[in-house]
């Protein structure tokens, strides 16, 4: 490999250049018996890429990665709660609070009757209808 900036010869796997010191990433080359880089385009490093003929849609992703350190909220304990503790707390454990205060909200003031909101939507939650928690990363099965 070749350092970028002194030009010197770079054994393989250094995390630095021992000539010079720098600390910024090595760029691999060809003659060092690696790979070329991918292409910008698709297309041009593996034939026809069906996303850039034009007029294809390109899909968006539906929901986020998850990133590393966050758990993974569960379908069958967000609608178990929701239907077991009907007043929200479901929607408070996927991540919804305003939903969750408004089904808290109509529990207590129908004195109790409004619990029949909670219980319906932790079967629908449990049916699937909910597919993401309110950070939008996707539930667990």
């Known amino acids: ?50 996303y850039a003929t034009p007029g ?28 077991f503790l009907p007043f929200g707390i479901g929607r408070f454990y996927a991540g919804y609070t305003t939903i969750g205060i408004a089904q808290l909200l109509v529990t207590i003031f129908t004195f109790g009757v409004g619990a029949l909101w909670s219980f319906i939507d932790g079967i629908l939650i449990l049916t699937g209808n909910l597919k993401v928690d309110g950070n939008g990363y996707p539930l667990k099965d």
């Open 56 to 83: 294809y849609p390109v899909p968006a992703p539906g929901y986020q990665a998850m990133p590393y350190g966050v758990e993974q909220k569960s379908k069958l304990v967000g609608g178990l709660l929701n239907m």
């Open 1 to 50: 490999m070749t350092c970028q900036y002194c030009q010197q010869q770079i054994p393989v796997g250094a995390v630095s250049c021992p000539y010079c010191g720098a600390a910024t990433p090595i760029q691999p080359t060809a003659a060092d018996g690696y790979p070329p880089p991918y292409a910008a385009d698709y297309s041009t490093a593996y034939g026809q890429n069906p």
